[in-house]
């Protein structure tokens, strides 16, 4: 059976291109690795997404309510690893692990992951005292002391979360200033749990069994130095919130990509003809639950249109 439309990826874009192709009555399938959600639902607080529960709205609360809005309008769902496309006919052909999918259209909306700080030994401590997810790891170290990595909103913000939990949290940039909007840059501040060292870099992570000691570097004196964990704590937290990278490897060689990320137009025309992206996967200016929303929702009325015009 060939679909309308299939949607790679359920996060804010996948959800809303279901919402709208289900809507237009296009037999449409959202394919996903597990939970639908994507990064936001790493995010624990959210205030800037019109519309939104005014006070306790988290990145789940919000993108279970879009997938249920979705499901309202017929969206079929598979729980997949798409591992090769072929995008080229009028009949795109997705191979998964689990079986074979076929559409006259695609929408990507496969988003981004964290990028890794970049230390050395990073992976051999992923899990063991390095995380990447604020909401998920941040209440393993209630009482400890905290690193957080990166200058922008994610780093600020979590940063701020994570005080809730952490003894101290120290914000370590790799220049003087933040990149972070002015507002969360005033929260953290104003937060006597929060210092920060500036100018420096993560060089070197260590450690028998947890993390518990690190090498930084000051970009400026080049000068390192060795912070270990207090003797009682035994570790500390060191969580990375340095960007992401777009998930794009399946698509290399089939699609024309920007650092990573795929081109559009401005109605998220890839450039194989019935072929669309949506949301942080693509070259955009302003990577938001709202600007991926609206992706979404432009990528599913031009697939629409390109089926009608077949
Ligand atoms: P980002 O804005 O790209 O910031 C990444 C930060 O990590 C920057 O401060 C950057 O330093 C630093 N960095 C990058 N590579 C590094 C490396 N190799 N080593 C050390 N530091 C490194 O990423 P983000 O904060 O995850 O935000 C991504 C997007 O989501 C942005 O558009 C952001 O506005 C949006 N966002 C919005 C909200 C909100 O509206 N509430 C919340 C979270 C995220 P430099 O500053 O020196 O480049």
């Known amino acids: ?22 809507r237009a009555c296009l037999k449409t399938l959202l394919i996903e690795k597990a939970m639908p959600g994507g990064q936001i639902t790493l995010t624990d607080e959210i205030e800037n ?10 990145g789940f609360s919000l993108t279970e309510r879009m997938a249920k809005q979705a499901d309202k309008f017929g969206v079929e769902h598979a729980y997949d690893t798409i591992t090769a496309v072929d995008l080229s006919g009028s009949e795109k052909r997705l191979t998964g692990m689990k079986g074979e999918y076929c559409a006259k259209t695609v929408i ?5 992951h964290p990028k890794p700080i970049g230390c050395e030994n990073e992976a051999e401590f992923t899990g ?65 749990k929060i210092s920060f060292l500036w100018n420096t870099v993560v060089e070197k992570v260590n450690g028998v ?20 964990a207090d003797e009682k704590d035994g570790m500390f937290g060191l969580f990375g919130f340095v960007g992401y990278e777009p998930n794009t490897a399946l698509f290399e060689g089939h699609l024309p990509l920007e650092r990573g990320y795929i081109r559009t137009d401005e109605d998220m025309h890839t450039a194989v003809p019935g072929v669309f992206a949506a949301g942080d996967v693509r070259v955009k200016s ?25």
């Open 1 to 22: 059976m060939c679909y309308d439309v299939i949607i790679l990826g359920a996060g804010p874009a996948g959800l809303s291109a279901a919402l709208y192709a289900g």
């Open 128 to 192: 063991r005292g390095i995380s990447f997810c604020a909401t998920c790891d941040g209440a393993f170290f209630r009482g400890l002391e905290v690193y957080v990595v990166g200058g922008g909103d994610s780093a600020v913000e979590e940063a701020i979360y994570l005080t809730r939990f952490a003894r101290k949290v120290t914000i370590i940039h790799r220049r003087d200033q933040l990149r972070a909007v002015r507002s969360i840059q005033e929260k953290a501040f104003a937060n006597e």
């Open 108 to 112: 990507i909306a496969t988003g981004a």
């Open 49 to 58: 997404y019109p519309g939104q529960l005014l006070e306790g709205e988290n």
């Open 286 to 310: 302003l990577r938001q639950v709202i600007t991926a929303a609206a992706d979404g929702a432009i990528a599913a009325m031009q697939a629409a249109k390109y089926i009608e015009d077949m």
């Open 209 to 228: 069994d947890v993390l518990n000691e690190m090498t930084v570097r000051n970009v400026i004196t080049g000068e390192q130095t060795v912070i270990r």
